[in-house]
Every structure is written in C-alpha cells, then in structure tokens.
C-alpha cells in the first residue's frame, strides 16, 4: 500500500512538472529589441529621389517600425519639417570646392497632402506621399526636404539618425549618361574644307532642362556647371516628330543646327555649325544612350 501511494505521488509529480513546462514560454518568441520608429534612409541623413519632369509628380517617403514580432495594433506616426540647419551642417561636411551647395526646397515646389501616415498591424512600415510641382523645378539645383518624426502614437523614434534629407534629381526621357561620335569640320564659304577635320568620341552626361529639353556640353568641354554658359547648348525635342532643334546654353556661338531623336534606339543624331577663333565648323554626330 505504501508503495502504491509513493508511485501515485511519483506519477503525479511528474505530470505536474510536465505542465509546468508547458506553460513556459519560450523567450525568442517575444520581442528581442526594443521597438522603435524611424525614417527609412535616415542613417545615409541623404536619401536621392529621381523626378520627372512634368506638371505634378509623386514621390514617398517611408516610415518603418523595428523588431522581431508584427504590430498588433495600428500605429501612427506624424512628420513635421526639420531645421534647415541641418542642410547646412551636410554642405560643411560633404561639399567642397566649386560643388554646389545643397538647399531648402522652396515650399511653393511641393506639397505633402498629410504629414500623418499609420502603419497597420501585422505591416512593418507605411508611405507618405509627396507631390513635386516639377515644371517649376530649376535643373541646377540641389534641393532638400528636411523631415523628421514629430510624434508617434506608440512606442518612441529612433533617438539617433532623426533626420532624413530628400534630395531631388531632376530627369526626363532624354537624359543620362551617352557616347557622342562624330567629326568637326572647318567650313569656309559654306563649303566644307576636308583637310581640316577632327573626330569625336567621348561620354557625355546629358541633364534634364524641362519635359523635352536636355543640356548637352560642346566636344569634350568640361562638364562643370561653371563652364556650362560659355560651353553648354540646349538640345530642345519636340515630342510630335522627334525633330530636334539646338540653341546655345547661354554664350556659346551656335549659328545654327538641328537633328532628330530615335526613340526606339534612344539616339540623337545632330548638327550644328559653331564659331571657334573666327572660324566657322561644323559638327555631325550620332549620341547614343549608354546601356550600362
């Protein structure tokens, strides 16, 4: 009897500590960090956005929340505009030289229809939309939106890598990285003098003006915005036929030109007769996208 109730006892020992245990829970299934809120690109403090030109064009921004277990209720979280001393403090650090300095985006250029956004439960980051009146956008500069967390319904910002700077770089169909080839005749009299030819093949960077237009360096003139008024033309395409018309950037001595641009293959094939040491020339040249 005695040992009846010792292995009665035993058995039920036993399945009090195996009960026990399965109510323990295992650790690694609850959060391992601390949940925090942050704009995603913030710890670059620099984050590029492409644009097009156009009238209205839309980017985003997003705001994520770490950790390693999903929301289980909606969060939201609400952005404001940071100091513009922090574009300041970015140019001290990282622009040098001739660069031009990065700046405040001017308010009338943009507009952010609600500075709030929630992320839902079970998701890990939400978007915030923000409208670029693009046609109003000066090609040559180096716009920023400051932003950073303002409020947070639950639990706290990131306390490090606060801001996130939007940067804006203009595009439109024609622009980006090209090879130009072609051949630099003198010309005299309207005639061509053969013996008095060059050829040319070099890269060049071709930047979005508006919609239709991209800036395009003469030969293989530096690229520098500080040379572009007296070394740049303006390669203007009209979007119906595809013809291109060339006009000078600002001073160089462009007497006339013109092309065509092949959509399909991304090309330009351009003339244009220039005045270099009262010499007139003429340039013909194919430029073709750069696939790489």
Known sequence: ?????????????????????????????????????????????????????????????????????????????????????????????????????????????????SWEGTIKAGEEYVRIPIHIYADQVNCDKRYIIPLRIAEVSDYEPTPTDTVLMVNLKMVNEYSGTYIISGTNVRYENDEPIVSETSSLNTPRTMIAVDQYTVRLFHKVESEELTNADKAAMKLIVNPTDNTVTIEPWKDLPILKGGGTFDVEKHTFTIWYHYMENGKEYRTEATIVKNKS
């Open 1 to 113: 009897m005695k040992l009846f109730n010792y292995t009665r006892c035993l058995c039920l020992s036993f399945s009090l500590l195996v009960l026990a245990s399965c109510n323990v829970e295992n650790p690694i299934d609850g959060e391992q960090y601390i949940k925090q809120v942050y704009l995603v690109g913030a710890y670059d403090k620099l984050q590029g956005k492409e644009v097009a030109y156009g009238s209205e064009r839309e980017i985003f921004v997003s705001v994520a929340i770490g950790g390693t277990v999903s929301l289980d209720h909606d969060v939201t979280i609400r952005l404001e505009q940071a100091d513009y001393i922090n574009i300041d403090n970015y140019n001290k650090k990282n622009v040098v030289g001739d660069d031009i300095p990065y700046e405040a985006m001017p308010q009338e250029l943009y507009n952010i229809p």
